[in-house]
T-cell receptor, first 111, second 113 residues
Framework: NAGVTQTPKFQVLKTGQSMTLQCAQD?????MSWYRQDPGMGLRLIHY???????DQGEVPNGYNVSRSTTEDFPLRLLSAAPSQTSVYFC??????????FGPGTRLTVL | AQSVTQLDSQVPVFEEAPVELRCNYS??????LFWYVQYPNQGLQLLLK??????LVKGINGFEAEFNKSQTSFHLRKPSVHISDTAEYFC???????????FGDGTTLTVKP
């Protein structure tokens, strides 16, 4: 099993550009989540999904969109990038109340 | 609403000394508690978890944690640390599914020779 994969590993954007961060898991987990990690602030939940076709907002959803058309994939879209979105983004998947499995992260810089 | 407070942002300790990383939580319902470790430039991986049952939980790499409901704490301990334990440690709480966890701000453990 590859676990949770994320692409790209690094990305530099200019203010106003849009892009999609990809996330996929091969463990047949129903729950998937996107977090951003900023220095000294831990991980903050952006959006999450409890199954294909079902998504909901987390703590910091503004400026991001998600969709979940399949169990395996959960892409995160930045609509119009801003410098405040410079961060490290982690995707995670889980089953029920059990622990989350994290991807390796995408380091995004917005100039 | 749930929240997590990690009481120490940085913990320096000498090799082979014991260590405790403190975590307090608040939640209005039943909780599920986790400790994760993050090595530099990597994702998070699970150290241990409390879902139910025994309040003393043992995890990987010799770590253990005790769930204390009355004090709403879930402190992480290791009797003797190694240089390789140097990392960032996160406490997390969930009241339903783990996919909607709330994380603490993290504790940087630095083990010195």
């Amino acid at each position: 099993n590859a676990g949770v994969t994320q692409t790209p590993k690094f990305q530099v954007l200019k203010t106003g550009q849009s892009m999609t961060l990809q996330c996929a898991q091969d463990m047949n987990h129903e729950y998937m989540s996107w977090y951003r990690q900023d220095p000294g602030m831990g991980l903050r939940l952006i959006h999450y999904s409890v199954g294909a076709g079902i998504t909901d907002q987390g703590e910091v959803p503004n400026g991001y969109n998600v969709s979940r058309s399949t169990t395996e994939d959960f892409p995160l879209r930045l609509l119009s990038a801003a410098p405040s979105q410079t961060s490290v983004y982690f995707c995670a998947s889980s089953r029920g109340v059990n622990e989350q499995f994290f991807g390796p992260g995408t380091r995004l810089t917005v100039l | 609403a749930q929240s997590v407070t990690q009481l120490d942002s940085q913990v320096p300790v000498f090799e082979e000394a014991p260590v405790e990383l403190r975590c307090n939580y608040s939640s209005s319902v039943s909780v599920y508690l986790f400790w994760y470790v993050q090595y530099p430039n990597q994702g998070l991986q699970l150290l241990l978890k409390y879902l139910s049952g025994s309040t003393l939980v043992k995890g990987i790499n010799g770590f253990e944690a005790e769930f204390n409901k009355s004090q709403t704490s879930f402190h992480l301990r290791k009797p003797s640390v190694h240089i390789s334990d140097t990392a960032e440690y996160f406490c997390a709480v969930s009241d339903s599914n783990a996919g909607k966890s709330t994380f603490g701000d993290g504790t940087t453990l630095t083990v010195k020779p």
